[in-house]
């Protein structure tokens, strides 16, 4: 496993290191579904949960008290923050960070490398780019509202 907290860097590790035999890491007080498929290298931090049907890609964090709902896919390389929710069928792009407290409606679609900040709530398909507020906005539209 490579504990790099930030998606490109892990990624760019990952490439260095090429392909290595990585272990999957789920917490004793993480709960994954039986029927739900973990990449290598991945990590399920303690309360977080992963349904049925899910599908987390390699060198994905699903932080501590995380929530990817049934039928959820996770690119490579993926973090979902602490306390964050994908409702079922959300999928989120390789590389997407979806941060702490976030949320994402389900069946909606994140790109890859999107970033979904903090407390945010995607309730429709977000591109590639960086994301905030209630519901998610582009964050350039937000600096020139100041």
């Known amino acids: 496993m490579l504990c790099v907290g930030d998606n490109a860097a892990r990624h760019a590790l990952a490439d260095i290191l090429g392909p290595l035999c990585y ?9 994954v579904s039986p029927d ?3 990449g290598a290298g ?28 049934h039928d959820c896919v996770l690119g490579d390389f993926c973090h979902v923050g602490p306390h964050a ?13 979806v941060g702490a407290a976030a949320c994402v ?6 790109a890859p ?3 979904l900040g903090a407390g945010g709530a995607a309730v ?6 960086t994301y905030v507020g209630v519901p998610a906005r582009p964050l350039e539209k937000e600096k020139e509202k100041r």
Do not use: M, Q
Request: glycine fraction near 16%.
């Open 42 to 69: 991945t990590v399920v931090l303690p309360f977080a949960f992963v349904g049925p049907g899910a599908a987390v890609g390699k060198h994905c964090i699903v932080n501590t008290a995380a929530v990817v709902e």
């Open 124 to 129: 429709c398909d977000l591109g590639s780019g």
């Open 23 to 31: 272990a999957r890491l789920v917490h004793p007080l993480a709960y």
């Open 36 to 38: 739900a498929r973990l």
């Open 85 to 97: 929710t994908l409702a079922g069928g959300a999928a989120v792009g390789e590389g997407g960070f």
């Open 113 to 115: 490398w999107c970033t």
């Open 105 to 110: 409606k389900n069946g909606l679609r994140l």
